[in-house]
């Protein structure tokens, strides 16, 4: 008797891997509860983001900094029991490993351990080399995630475009390279020119994922809650809206409550 779930063919970082080098696009979405992973997984999404842009659509956070790591233990978990196929990753929020690279790997083990999830994700090129080695060293894989990186939003000030200028693309060009070598499994770049994503996604041979970074990269992640518009004030250029669930919720919550005020629900057939 098998003690596995179900018999699918799990994508895992070397799936990824070969994703890259046959040209198929990578799909990944974030997902932070049991329902709605289950439908992104059985959908056939490839990746799934356990992001800490949970913080934003789940807790109402202006940024992403509040959220804690038993935060995101509590989410990631969820989204595992959930999952068949997809490979999990899970951001490591911010204060859980800027200090240094044991408190790095200390917050990796407990996301690793009590949430089941794949893999972890963490924003910063150079500086944080030393806590991407000691995690890896652990045997955790590691996303990394350069460009406009939320949790350093105070330094920033916007959330406008990044690595516009000539010294900020260099060093971005530099990191990717740094987080490859030292072992990266794949790289999310957001919101930077679409020709600079291109070149950093032709210049290593791990997979680079784009948010806001056009179509010259290895795949694509969006905040599922933006695509399926529930969240209805958000929307910058490079989001794309398949549904508007905010307007069907809210329409459907109106039909309620006029059916309960009417009397009109339930009826006979939804009685005992
Ligand atoms: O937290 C998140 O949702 C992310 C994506 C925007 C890549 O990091």
Partial sequence: MSIHKKEHKKITTHVLAEMKSRGEKISMLTAYDFSIAKIV???????????DSASNVMAGHETTLPITLDQMIYHASSVVRAVNRALVVVDLPFGSYQGNSKE?????????KES?????????????LESIRRILTAGVPVMGHLGLTPQSIYKFGTYTVRATEDAEAEKLINDAKLLEHAGCFALVLEKIPAHLAQKVAESIQIPVIGIGAGNGVDGQVLVVHDMLGITNEFSPRFLRRYLDLYQDIKGAVQQYVTDVKSKDFPN???QY
């Fill in 41 to 51: 997984d059985d959908a056939g999404i490839d990746v799934i983001l356990v992001g």
């Fill in 116 to 128: 089941g999830a794949h893999a972890i994700k963490m924003e910063g090129g150079e500086e944080i």
């Fill in 104 to 112: 790095a790997l200390a917050s990796t083990i407990r996301i690793m």
């Fill in 268 to 270: 006979d057939k939804e």
